[in-house]
């Protein structure tokens, strides 16, 4: 079989994968298509020829197989391994650049040889559905963390989304629950910070008509909200040591009580929760409790900073400005290209899209410059401020002593702006992995007793979407 275009008249191969709903191809040791079903062609290949044609060439456009272009091969890891190899790639598609969920499956001759592989795709999509806006990202952090929900999605595990404010969390939230066979179900939000005891227990839990004054009539919580649905917990970090234990009750035993009620009601949600906290500190410094952490973080998920993306930050900044300037479009000047991918975003990508929309109003023409962008110098110090880039100086004060967390979360803050969100560079020469210097950095920017100027932190409105 050393002509790959003969399998076409192969009786029954095209007509076998149709029988496949999802884009699905037959394709040889060598790399190239020998069939493909109806759904394929639709979705991925339009009205181009196919067989014979390797797939790493149709799906990426490269000249050599995946691995040889820094890329994954299921191909490769199927023939090492002889097992099913699932993996996230981005693929050319009728559509442009799409994520797709690709699973190879090995298809051996009677020898047991492995002669041929099924290839089958569903691409990854996030609705733009009212409450969120589809995620977009195509680098190397993005895709492997898509990729981490796209694991959870279908089971039923809680789910804990880490990262710096404005990553998307919420986001990942809401995608996690549309690709879950909870979709149909509701999803529903809980805002954790802020609420005092008594509120937190009569918004989850609901409560009896007479529980309190002023309680006239039964009201469902969100607990009952999210019946069969999904129940996110953004910044369950904030939830103060006396509320943690109710809803560690909650999520133990599925069950809960309305406020002046004595009859317990079956829950029936899956958990989500996000944080820009670290938790795991907060287990340690004794205010978040282990077994509440342990409850909620079966499989955590660290959502990249927009540093940690920089091959994102451009095309991320051109959809935010096609959904902002709707009625009178515009556009980024290459300068203003080469300077967004420069800039640090501490607040991520709700700071890129503030910063956007501010240009979109200064600019009176149709492309957006540089100095749409650039914040004036005394609005520069307050927002650097409101990121806690302290200054440091290491010799004055030295009759003082600093509890060295304190000195360390300082040292990074102010040598990480030096970098200019070089991370991988910071990293090596600071002997750490870029994921603890990835964590580092968050918890000094979340840790109010480290920096004076903390307490100036924005958080950020929750109505922005
Ligand atoms: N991948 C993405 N593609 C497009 N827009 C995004 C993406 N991720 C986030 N956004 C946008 O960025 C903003 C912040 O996202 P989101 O509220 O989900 O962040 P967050 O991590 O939950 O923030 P916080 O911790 O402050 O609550 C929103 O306007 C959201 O629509």
Redesign the pocket.
């Not at 990262?163 to 990942?172: I, N, Q, V, W, Y």
């Given at each position: 079989m050393s002509d790959p275009r003969s399998y076409s008249s192969l009786p029954g191969i095209s007509s076998l994968l149709d029988a496949i709903s999802a884009p699905a191809i037959l394709m040889d040791r060598d790399y190239r298509i020998c069939a493909a079903n109806r759904a394929y062609r639709e979705h991925f290949s339009g009205n181009e020829a196919l067989l014979g044609r390797h797939c790493y060439e149709v799906s990426h456009g490269y000249q050599v197989p995946c691995d040889q272009a820094g890329e994954t091969c299921p191909l490769q890891g199927c023939l090492r391994t002889g097992q099913r190899q699932r993996i996230l790639h981005i693929h050319n598609t009728c559509q442009g650049k799409e994520h797709v969920d690709v699973e190879l499956s090995p298809v051996r001759n009677d020898d047991g040889q492995i002669e041929f592989f099924v290839e089958i795709m569903a691409p990854v999509r996030t609705p733009d559905t009212p409450g969120?806006?589809?995620?977009?990202?195509f680098s190397q952090a993005?895709t492997e963390m898509l990729a981490m929900l796209g694991r959870a999605a279908p089971s039923d595990i809680s789910v804990l989304l880490l990262?710096?404010?404005?990553?998307?969390?919420?986001?990942?939230a809401r995608h996690i629950h549309q690709h879950s066979a909870r979709a149909n179900k509701p999803f529903v939000t809980v805002e954790c910070s802020g609420l005092t005891e008594s509120l937190f227990e009569s918004e989850l839990f609901g409560h009896e008509k007479g529980a309190f004054t002023g309680a006239t009539q039964r009201k469902p919580g969100l607990v009952e909200a999210a019946r069969g649905g999904t129940l996110f917990l953004?910044?369950v970090g904030d939830i103060p040591l006396a509320m943690q234990v109710k809803l560690l009750r909650l999520i133990e035993t599925g069950s809960y009580r309305l406020v002046g009620s004595v009859t317990p009601q079956q829950a029936d949600f899956r958990l989500v929760c996000?944080t820009?906290r670290q938790l795991t500190q907060m287990v340690e410094a004794g205010t978040f409790r282990q077994d509440l952490y342990y409850r909620i973080s079966p499989f955590p998920i660290l959502?990249p900073s927009l540093a940690e993306r920089r091959a994102d930050i451009v095309p991320?900044a051109r959809?935010?400005l096609q959904q902002l300037s709707q009625d009178r479009p515009r556009v980024l000047s290459a300068a203003s290209c080469d300077w967004l991918e420069q800039q640090q975003f501490p607040g991520?990508?709700?700071e890129l899209?503030n910063r956007l929309e501010r240009a979109t109003i200064l600019c009176d023409d149709r492309e957006i410059e540089p100095r749409h962008l650039t914040l004036p110098n005394s609005l520069r110090t307050t927002a650097q401020a409101s990121h806690n880039i302290q200054p440091v100086n290491l010799t004055t004060g030295i009759d003082q002593a600093m509890p060295l967390d304190q000195l360390e979360a300082r040292y990074l803050l102010a040598i990480a702006h030096q970098f200019g969100g070089d991370n991988a560079r910071l990293a090596k020469q600071l002997g750490i992995s870029e994921r603890t210097l990835y964590r580092k950095l968050a918890n000094a920017r979340s840790n109010p007793q480290d920096s004076p100027d903390a307490a100036t932190a924005d958080k950020?409105s929750?109505a922005?979407?």
């Open positions: 969120s806006r589809p995620m977009l990202g993005y990262g710096e404010s404005g990553t998307g969390k919420e986001l990942a953004d910044e996000a820009h959502l991320l959809r935010l991520n990508i709700r899209r950020p929750s922005e979407h």
